[in-house]
């Protein structure tokens, strides 16, 4: 059994532990922080090893490093725990820059080491049914779509929101690479980008913690508007934003020459799926219940727009088929190749915005194979 040390106990740190309640290949031996306080509470809940991150990187018990930092750092825990002889797996984004996200890569393929990247929720039952759907034809090719997320901001919710609205930070470092792997898995790499962004406002209050009342700086933009054109000659139409206080439409919708496809929160892992084939005719539901990744395990509504009250979250499954993935020498789905390409999509996407201009996504990735239950099955407890 590989055993895994995590860097960064903070939010989401609880999510992946209970990971290890699904699959079978996940351990967690021990954990770190720069705060030396969150690392010790986080091992202490999780009755695992509290370490500096030195020590965490120099323990040749380790096997793998599970980089849950914020979005800034992730290039330096990744690169150190590269470089320590570790496997990575990464919280999203791969990192901030695309020129760091390719040291990775470069070193990662150096030391033979997998570089694993979330975000998992494409794998999913809501966005596995879709890519059926999809593959089978049922909606014809798609021509054209669009997608949304927008909320009033982190500031409502999280006691340290303030990396969210400085470089690093804002909807579409946050969010788009849920939506971007969506897409990508569903139709393949993007090819270029046109953008609008906008600031609103210099200052926010923290909302909640021990905070709450303090006034901090917005840097940065917190509404974007872009169109994707795909290699596929789809054309998407995206809206990612924190300026937004309520909305009714739907997460992702995509429009295809014989029918029309609603896909389900790409944030999440449940469904349903809804097609129709005609303007005005119901929309056949397809159902995720039923699938290993799709089933409602949580009922939490956290009262953010268009958010499903029951919903299902299999996060860590990335990491799960990453860990097979290495123990019988595959390629592993959530991979370094595909989060760069959603990286690339991300930083056209800020570029275009800034100069007013259509702008080439260079890279380009292939377009992860189907994830089918069987596949699933075998890393279930
Ligand atoms: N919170 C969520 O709901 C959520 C959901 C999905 C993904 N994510 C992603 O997970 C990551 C972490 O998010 P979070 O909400 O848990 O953030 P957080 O701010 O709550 O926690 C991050 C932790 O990392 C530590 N840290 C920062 N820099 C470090 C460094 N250089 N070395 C060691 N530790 C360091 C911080 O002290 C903190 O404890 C982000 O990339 C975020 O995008 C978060």
Redesign the pocket.
Known sequence: MKKIGL???????ETYFKSQDYFNNIKFVAC????QV?ADECAKQNNILSMS?DDLLNNEDIDIILN????K??Y??SERALNAGKHVYS??PMAIKLSDAKKIIELAKKNKLYFGN?PDTFLGGGIQRSRQLIDEDSVGKVLIGNFIFAFSGVQTF?P?PESWFQEGGGPVI?MGPYFFTALVNLLGPAKNVRARSAKFSDKRIVETGVKKGKEFFVDIPTSFMMDIEFHSGSIIQGFLSFDVQNHARNHMELYGSKGSIIVPDPNMFGGPVLTSKELGTVWEEHSVENMYLGKTNIVNHSGRSNEAPRQSNYRGIGLSEMIYSIENQKPHRCSAELSFHVLDIIETTIKASTINEECEIKSVCSQPAYFSENDVKVLLK
């Open positions: 860097i960064g106990c903070g939010n989401i740190a770190a922080d720069i705060n969150s991150v849950l930092t914020i979005p750092a992730h330096e825990v919280e999203k979330a999280h340290n946050d």
